[in-house]
């Protein structure tokens, strides 16, 4: 079974950037589409970015298209989340999963497409 683990959160200003980071171990990483969720203190879990098995099909939540990019690297069983221009409202803890069925567009943002997910890594934005 495939077990994920998020890193590279922490503090930024507005403005900013920051790369996370979500590897995996164990399983076939390569066979699997993966996303990107956030959650804010109090509020539900929100879809922000997947990305097929092969990288060739990307999905972005309305609230990051244009600011944020997933990438992966299969030989390095990771998926990436590159956010720039950060904003106050995206603080929160990031998650990422492993989605087990196919989807496009905004079909993908739907959460309990998604499984094996990791422990999260904190994102805070000040203003």
């Known amino acids: 079974q495939v077990q994920l683990v998020e890193s590279g959160g922490g503090l930024v200003q507005a403005g900013g950037s920051l790369r996370l980071s979500c590897t995996a171990s164990?399983?076939?990483?390569?066979?699997?589409?993966m996303g990107w969720f956030r959650q804010a203190p109090g509020k539900e879990r929100e879809f922000v970015a997947a990305?097929?098995?092969?990288?060739?099909?990307?999905t972005y939540g309305d609230a990051v298209k244009g600011r944020f990019t997933i990438s992966r690297d299969n030989a390095k069983r990771t998926v990436y989340l590159q956010m720039s221009s950060l904003k106050p409202e995206d603080t929160g803890v990031y998650f990422c999963?492993?989605?087990?069925?196919?989807?496009?567009?905004?079909?993908?943002?739907?959460?309990?497409?998604?499984?094996?997910w990791g422990q999260g890594t904190q994102v805070t934005v000040s203003s």
């Open positions: 990305i097929s098995w092969s990288g060739s099909s990307i």
């Open positions: 999963a492993r989605r087990y069925r196919n989807c496009s567009g905004s079909g993908c943002y739907d959460i309990t497409m998604y499984v094996n």
């Open positions: 164990g399983g076939t990483f390569s066979n699997y589409a």
